[in-house]
């Protein structure tokens, strides 16, 4: 089983920056997608980026390409994702998940982000 933790978030400026975490623990796969979506009110979940290791390579969102970076520790089982730019349109829960074959898809708590004028 895998269990996805959460951190950090919290309320922004327009233009400002935030940065997330999300550390998996359990049994990884050395093949496994990492990533975040997230959900804004009335909205349908969306993808935000992933990472697919061992090679680390990224997907992004069309809304997010070129202001959002994501990264992944992969012996720590550690994803990041760097905020920057932030704009109201980014207010949403966001959501870490993992994908492998062994265990599906798990999905983390969620962590909030405001951004505001």
């Known amino acids: 089983q895998v269990q996805l933790v959460e951190s950090g978030g919290g309320s922004a400026k327009v233009g400002e920056s935030l940065s997330l975490s999300c550390a998996a623990s359990g049994t990884i796969a050395s093949s496994s997608l990492m990533g975040w979506y997230r959900e804004a009110p009335g909205k349908y979940r969306e993808l935000v980026a992933h990472?697919?290791?061992?090679?680390?390579?990224?997907t992004y969102g069309d809304a997010v390409k070129g202001r959002f970076t994501i990264s992944r520790d992969n012996a720590k089982n550690t994803v990041y994702l760097q905020m920057s730019d932030l704009k109201p349109d980014d207010t949403a829960r966001y959501f870490c998940?993992?994908?492998?074959?062994?265990?599906?898809?798990?999905w983390g708590q969620g962590t909030q982000v405001t951004v505001s004028a």
């Open positions: 998940y993992l994908r492998q074959s062994s265990t599906g898809a798990s």
């Open positions: 990472v697919m290791s061992p090679l680390n390579i990224t």
